[in-house]
């Protein structure tokens, strides 16, 4: 049974910085790619970061680009979001995403940006 535990929220200044993590079970993480994405209040879900198997390959959204980082440790099944520099617009819950069950989505983290 695919697993997705998001982790990492919180509560953030204009400006700070928050590192999401997402661990994973159930399924071969190494052989997929991963992705985040981001849910703001009334608004549709987004794409934000992508990482292929081996981390060769990262993709970001224009307005997380410079800002976020995306990185995987497939020894412990786990991919990553540091955010830096974050702005209010970024106030989201945050999900991580596999291809491996495109359907299935976790609880996500959320994230809130407010001086």
């Known amino acids: 049974q695919v697993q997705l535990v998001e982790s990492g929220g919180g509560l953030v200044q204009p400006g700070g910085s928050l590192r999401l993590s997402c661990a994973t079970s159930g399924f071969p993480f190494s052989s997929y790619a991963m992705d985040w994405y981001r849910q703001a209040p009334g608004k549709e879900r987004e794409l934000v970061a992508t990482i292929t198997t081996y981390g060769h390959d990262l993709n970001y959204a224009a307005s997380v680009k410079g800002r976020f980082t995306i990185s995987r440790d497939n020894a412990k099944n786990t991919v990553y979001l540091q955010m830096d520099s974050l702005k209010p617009e970024d106030t989201a819950v945050y999900y991580c995403?596999?291809?491996?069950?495109?359907?299935?989505w976790g609880r996500g983290t959320r994230v809130t940006v407010s001086s």
């Open positions: 995403h596999t291809l491996y069950r495109p359907k299935y």
